[in-house]
């Protein structure tokens, strides 16, 4: 069948399951937003890919902007159409899409069902509940009417699609009443790049080319947003200001990536080096080159998002500090996996005192490195992965009913010890 997977993000662990799908025998055509500047994967085809596999990047007239709402807004317009129309072009059976703005989502929706084709929702965040966080307070009350309507709108746009792939199952609670049940809905975890990304020579070249041989280097990587805290970084810095041996490395894009340059700039701090996002194939050492590898996410972001730069840390074999609500996902496959330490996004000196004790202890970050690899070995494999999603495509062409087996909890993959503390949390 023809399967178009379209990741706005352009994400590496996306291009692994179109790859893995075309494998499999369909005729897959992976469509992302070219001029998005986050973290992207192997989009090039290789002489090894499979022969159903293309790839075909979405770009538009305008250069997209977060910093203004209405330039925004009318990026997202230009973006959703121009995405439309290569889908249209393409002729899918079914369209994958997800990690896009709630007014793609609806545009790309629409358009499958007038070419009769299936929309499948792939739900990596909830945009209407962040635009409530965030919006709530803004422009004397008119922020909150914006919220509403995009959470109103995100709710019309799930309930009118074919199904919908939820990536935690903590994601259930946000749902319509509706489709809590439904054999639409399903859960299936993110993954990170295994293949691609494997352990490497703490010494290689990116290192040496970033000036930090002889360092030991606390890394954050990949988008720094709003629901990401700058300021436990420079906490970071500043314990660590007397210390000529430690580097602290932000290589990221976002929003408060541009605010901590603007910090950095104000108050320069000799131990933070702050890069751009690196090239896909240079990942690997990138994360190699890190002796500790930070996530963070803040209390409120922990309700509706789940950082997919945690799955990537997984692959790469080092040890993890993470600083995430207890009740986030990210938080369960920490305590599952045994990669790292991790504090609440309240306990600052708990994140500080954390990154001493890696610091400190070799053995225990050798520990934690080999603990996360090995996870990812057993959770990530792809071809098990794409299996779980072709079975979803398959269930949604079917015109037969399905019975009530086929729910949400029959399709998570790959659950872990923390599955059943997370369906307790998330109970209503």
């Not at 590496?12 to 075309?22: G, N, V």
């Not at 085809?45 to 159903?52: I, K, N, T």
Request: a positive charge; charged letters at 20%.
């Amino acid at each position: 069948m023809r399967v178009a997977i379209h990741d706005y993000a352009g994400h590496p662990f996306q291009f692994d399951l179109s790859r893995a799908l075309a494998r499999l025998g369909h005729d897959v055509r992976h469509f992302y937003f070219a001029d998005d500047p986050g973290p992207k994967g192997d989009r090039r085809v290789r002489a090894e890919d499979p022969a159903g596999f293309s790839v075909e990047p979405i770009r538009i007239p305008l250069a997209y902007s977060k910093d203004s709402m209405l330039r925004r807004f009318i990026c997202d317009q230009l973006y959703a159409h121009a995405a439309a129309r290569s889908i249209a072009a393409f002729k899918p059976d079914v369209v994958l899409s997800g990690n896009a703005p709630l007014d793609v989502q609806r545009i790309l929706r629409a358009t499958a069902h007038r070419r009769r084709a299936k929309f499948i929702f792939w739900v990596q965040d909830f945009y209407g509940l962040a635009m409530q966080k965030l919006l709530a307070r803004r422009w004397f009350g008119a922020g909150r009417v914006i919220a509403y309507c995009y959470r109103a709108s995100e709710i019309k746009i799930m309930t009118g699609s074919d199904a919908i792939i939820l990536i935690s199952p903590g994601f259930l609670r946000y749902l319509p009443p509706g489709l809590k049940t439904s054999n639409r809905v399903h859960v299936v975890r993110n993954w990170g790049s295994v293949a691609l990304i494997t352990p490497g020579a703490r010494d290689n070249a990116w290192r040496r080319k970033m000036g930090l041989s002889g360092q030991f280097v606390f890394m954050y990587t990949g988008t720094l947003a709003l629901k990401h805290d700058p300021q436990l970084l420079l906490a970071l810095c500043d314990a660590y200001a007397q210390n000529e041996a430690v580097q602290i490395v932000v290589v990221a894009a976002g929003i408060n990536a541009q605010r901590l340059a603007e910090l950095q700039r104000q108050s320069p701090r000799r131990n933070l080096t702050l890069l751009p996002l690196q090239p896909a194939e240079e990942l690997p050492e990138v994360l190699a080159t890190a002796d500790v590898l930070l996530a963070i996410l803040e209390e409120d972001a922990g309700e509706f998002a789940v950082p997919s730069k945690l799955l990537n840390y997984l692959c790469a074999g080092r040890p993890i500090l993470l600083s995430a609500p207890g009740d986030n996902l990210a938080t369960v496959i920490m305590e599952e996996s045994g990669a790292g330490l991790t504090v609440t996004p309240q306990d600052a000196s708990g994140f500080l005192e954390s990154a001493q004790a890696l610091h400190r202890d070799d053995a225990s970050r050798q520990r934690f490195g080999q603990s996360g690899r090995a996870y990812a070995e057993r959770h990530f494999a792809i071809e098990a992965i794409a299996l779980r999603f072709d079975g979803i495509i398959r269930q949604t062409l079917s015109p037969a009913p399905f019975s009530a087996a086929s729910t949400a909890q029959s399709e998570s993959p790959s659950p872990g010890p923390g599955e059943d503390r997370v369906k307790d949390l998330v109970q209503p």
